[in-house]
């Protein structure tokens, strides 16, 4: 049975999962065994995403490096280097050709975030007149991040260095922030748990 909050509309699902994870040890595609990757393709796919597209970095070009879901696109971002922008611009291109409405970006390394967070943000931005809406948490602003079409190429043209879609998005009055905080906590991690609990 459909969730409520799911939105009947043809959004696209975009992982960034690019980077070297250098705070973190490793790639977070890689961590916990692929398991947060497999969650944020989870998260999507089950919040109404279709396609659900990865953008690798510095896995490599080749999927066969990371545990890629069954029926996920990805996209390799051959200077992911130069920060999340990259990635971005790598995505949008890739889930343009979808004909996608929406897309719902999340980064690889939120792995409470679910199939319902997504839903539910994903309701909020085909209901509204600008198309933009984002999760916020404890009310600070988190992901997913969904964008109409409307403005992918603003965004695109934006995303340089590690600004990803923030330098387009910051302050637009049509964004709809929507809580999330009974779904989810939407912390990003960024080190390895150092003991039992550590959600750092």
Request: charged share 20%; proline share 7%; net charge negative.
């Amino acid at each position: 049975m459909d969730s409520p909050d799911r939105a009947r509309t043809g959004c696209a699902g975009l992982v960034l999962a690019a980077g070297a994870g250098t705070r973190y040890g490793k790639p977070k595609a890689l961590a916990d065994g692929g398991a947060w990757l497999r969650a944020a393709v989870a998260a999507l796919r089950g919040g109404g995403c279709d396609p659900v597209v990865v953008v690798l970095g510095a896995t490599g070009p080749s999927p066969d490096t990371v545990d890629l879901p069954p029926d996920t696109g990805y996209v390799w971002a051959a200077d992911w280097a130069t920060g999340m922008g990259a990635s971005l611009r790598a995505g949008l291109r890739e889930v343009a050709a979808s004909g996608a409405e929406f897309v719902a970006i999340m980064p690889v390394d939120t792995p409470d975030v679910g199939a319902d967070v997504v839903a539910r943000v994903l309701a909020a931005a085909a209901g509204s007149p600008g198309g933009l809406a984002r999760a916020v948490f404890l009310g600070t602003p988190g992901h997913p991040v969904v964008i109409g079409d409307k403005h992918w190429t603003s965004v695109w043209a934006a995303a340089v260095a590690d600004s990803g879609a923030r330098t387009y998005l910051s302050g637009r009055e049509d964004m709809v922030c929507v809580t999330c905080d009974d779904l989810a906590t939407g912390l990003d991690r960024d080190f390895p748990a150092t003991t039992p609990g550590d959600r750092s």
